[in-house]
């Protein structure tokens, strides 16, 4: 009798690959006898590097290849960092298991500083991520933000050009690529709100593949995806995508799910906020809740206008 033989759709930084390797290694310790293979992709996301992510379409660019050899069945599933998630996922895709959340918070790397609150005057911050420029002028505003996109590695390596004072990375992917040594702090989400799904894993197949849901149930993380159900329903709801400053941020707390929210102008001096609670079980009502209060305090034409000056 031939192997089972089961293949992972990546992309192929680094970061991605390592995820790859990590549920490749999550399912050989359940199936010793399943034979699992990874197999490496280019997206169009990782090809347009020059251009800000917010312009040329958002996280959609990073999943679509993977998406097409699920659906030529060239691979079974595609492993993707929840973040890179959009919202709604195209017709025929389903999320099949939500691994356990690793680090969700932000870092702060820097050579010469220990914090963003010991940078000097117009000290120049990375992030070509709106969410966190926001957050970041809400809280330094005297501090410049300037872009900064490209792979882990490549950011680091442009903070070591001495191109920045700071840069901020998600903590999550400097740990599991071994440079949590680069973090001097990890910002608190008081001052630094996470992205939607930050630190979560999401294991991707097409939607006729019912095989694979069972098989994958052993990854899957309830209290992980009670979260990033909460977080992801505020985001859509609120027509979330990297093209706009918003964050959602889930705990899970004896037996209950706290969710914060923030919707905030480009520059940070527009900045809502709101939170509720809710059991694991309405997880999805809970991020609608959170949604309609930041509606009500004119979410809608905060996110409208930001999307109308780009
Ligand atoms: N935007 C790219 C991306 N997608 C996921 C992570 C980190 C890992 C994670 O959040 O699970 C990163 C790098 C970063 O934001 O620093």
Known sequence: MTKKKLVIASRESALAMWQARYVQQCLQMVYPDLCV???GMTTRGDQILHQSLSKIGGK???IKELELALQQEVADIAVHSLKDVPMQLPKGFVLAAITKRAN???AFVSHQYADLADLPPAAIVGTSSLRREA???LHYPHLQVKPLRGNVQTRLDKLDRQEYAAIILAAAGLE????DGRIRKILPAEVLLPAVG???LAIEVAAHRQDLLK???PLHHPVTAACVTAERSMAKVLGGSCQVPLAAYCVEKSGMLELRG???SADGTTVLRASAQACLEEAEQLGLNVAQQLTHQGAQQLITAVLSER
């Open 198 to 200: 930050q630190g979560a």
């Open 60 to 62: 959609g660019l990073f």
């Open 104 to 106: 969700p918070l932000d």
């Open 37 to 39: 293979d990874i197999r």
């Open 176 to 179: 599991r690529l071994g440079l």
């Open 262 to 264: 923030l919707v905030a």
């Open 135 to 137: 957050q970041i002028r």
């Open 215 to 217: 098989l994958l149930q």
